[in-house]
């Protein structure tokens, strides 16, 4: 049994599984608040194992698929059960089917405070090539990175992406090294200069710092920075198709994936975080796959949270409600097409992993 395997299966565990929970205590904790009787709440999917305990009405159970969790409130497509879902006011109904986005939203910005705070890994220089702008520069292998540009060096991500800008124009770089610092000036090369599969615009390989120098966050700081990270998330999620358009990203970058896929992903993370002892690039997984979780589930697509939405407010303008027959019909559909999805993303994932 390979490593990446056992990764992603630790990945799976430590990160999916909270996240679904959380997004189904969230439905659940806002039934209860709505007066809505709560049938069933499941640690995991069916089917059952074992019945846990039964209170106000709501069997508690534990099941033999590990992922997450499950609400079953009563009258989910019924409006004739007195005391269900589908027989709660349109505010009540609105409520239970945000809340579960809410949770994951919620979530998703305490993990973030938290990973801020925490600090992620210094960006440190692994080498530098020969006769590249680095090697011109003066950069040493074992410098890391403290401003580019006069923006925080906080990520890989953000260095390139200020190298990239700013091609052929001179950068100003700060870096620490050894007991000191050094500021240098390096000019980045155009596209057709280098091979980027290859090299970057400057010439430099990257690592985290071995030393474990941190940048962190003060709590307001990071306060700040987790609000801007969430938008940021939900932009570039909505920004995917205008990219792909004007060539921006490449296909297999706006790959969509299971969630094989997002294991696979959350192993990786998890793995970095144990070899660099360091709970940042964890954390941030987490929060990351929290908020698209929250937000892909508010799309008006059936079956979902927001499909459901769109019923309600559907219901709301034309001031009658669409029979339930037909709604749980379209529900059903858009159920069978999602898991054919999802099947043919499986496959997609095993075949050719994201790493």
């Known amino acids: 049994m390979s490593s990446s395997f056992l990764w992603s299966l630790g990945g799976f565990f430590i990160v999916l599984t909270p996240i679904i929970l959380v997004h189904e205590l969230g439905h659940f904790f806002a039934a209860r608040l709505s007066n809505i009787r709560v049938e069933e709440f499941g640690l995991g999917f069916p089917p059952r194992a074992a019945k846990l305990a039964e209170r106000n009405g709501t069997i508690y159970t534990l099941n033999w698929i590990p992922l997450g969790g499950f609400v079953r409130p009563a009258g989910e497509d019924d409006p004739t059960v ?40 210094a960006v440190a220089i692994s080498e530098v090539v020969p006769e590249t702008p680095a090697d011109v520069a003066g ?34 770089v700060l870096v620490a090294r050894g007991e000191g610092t050094a500021l240098l000036t390096v000019i980045p090369r155009t596209l057709d200069e280098y091979d980027p599969i290859e090299e970057g615009p400057i010439g430099v390989g990257l690592m985290a710092d071995p030393d474990g120098r941190r940048i962190t966050r003060g709590p307001g700081e990071a306060f700040v920075e987790s609000g801007r990270s969430m938008w940021e998330i939900v932009y570039l999620t909505v920004s995917v198709p205008s990219m792909l358009i ?4 490449s296909p297999s970058e706006a790959r969509p994936v299971s969630v094989v896929g ?3 992903i959350a192993g990786q993370a998890a793995e970095v975080s144990v070899t660099n002892s360091n709970l940042f690039p964890i954390l941030n997984m987490v929060a990351f796959i929290s908020v698209a979780l929250g937000f892909t589930n508010l799309l008006p697509i059936p ?38 999805l999802m099947v043919l993303l499986i496959v997609q994932d095993i075949v050719n992993p994201i790493f």
């Not at 004007?246 to 990203?249: L, P, R, T």
């Open 82 to 121: 007195e005391g269900g879902l589908a027989s709660a006011s349109k505010r009540a109904r609105l409520f239970v089917l945000f809340a579960g986005a809410g949770a994951n939203f919620l979530m998703a910005f305490v993990v973030f405070w938290v990973a801020f705070m925490i600090g992620m890994p």
């Open 139 to 172: 950069f040493q292998a074992e410098d890391v990175f403290l401003e580019v540009d006069g923006v925080r060096a906080e990520s890989s991500g953000v260095i390139a992406n200020i190298m990239r800008t700013n091609a052929g124009e001179p950068v100003e």
């Open 246 to 249: 004007n060539g921006e990203i």
């Open 262 to 264: 997002i294991s696979q």
């Open 303 to 340: 079956a979902l949270d927001g499909g459901r939405i769109l019923f309600v407010i559907i219901e709301a303008v034309r001031g009658r409600r669409i029979e339930p027959e037909r709604e749980g019909m379209v529900h059903i559909v858009g159920m069978l097409v999602l898991l054919g």
